[in-house]
Nanobody, 117 residues
Framework: QVQLVESGGGLVQSGGSLRLSCAAS????????MNWYRQAPGKQRDLVAT???????TYTDSVKGRFTISRANARNTVYLQMNNLKPEDTAVYYC???????????WGQGTRVTVSS
């Protein structure tokens, strides 16, 4: 079992910054991806950014150049640095871990980000 705990959400003005954290604990296989998703009110949950166990990162187009996903040296904490935030970034952000070997998927409880215009 893997537990994920997000933190760092809040209210920020347009153009501001926030950093989200996701602390993972439990049995983590060496081959995995850690991902940030977000779900705006009334919309589906969408993938925002991914970092693989090898350190490769990918982003959805709408956040490229503004968001950065990174990983702590111990590899059990993942961050999402969000700069130049826009009102359309308002959503609940969820941390997700996908075990590539076992195909298990784990979710955090979510952290709310609200960007005011």
């Amino acid at each position: 079992q893997v537990q994920l705990v997000e933190s760092g959400g809040g209210l920020v003005q347009s153009g501001g910054s926030l950093r989200l954290s996701c602390a993972a604990s439990g049995s983590i296989n060496s081959i995995y991806t850690m991902n940030w998703y977000r779900q705006a009110p009334g919309k589906q949950r969408d993938l925002v950014a991914t970092i693989t166990s090898g350190g490769i990162t990918t982003y959805t187009d709408s956040v490229k150049g503004r968001f950065t996903i990174s990983r702590a040296n111990a590899r059990n904490t993942v961050y999402l640095q969000m700069n130049n935030l826009k009102p359309e970034d308002t959503a609940v952000y969820y941390c997700n871990l996908k075990n590539i070997a076992t195909l298990e998927v784990y979710w955090g409880q979510g952290t709310r980000v609200t960007v005011s215009s």
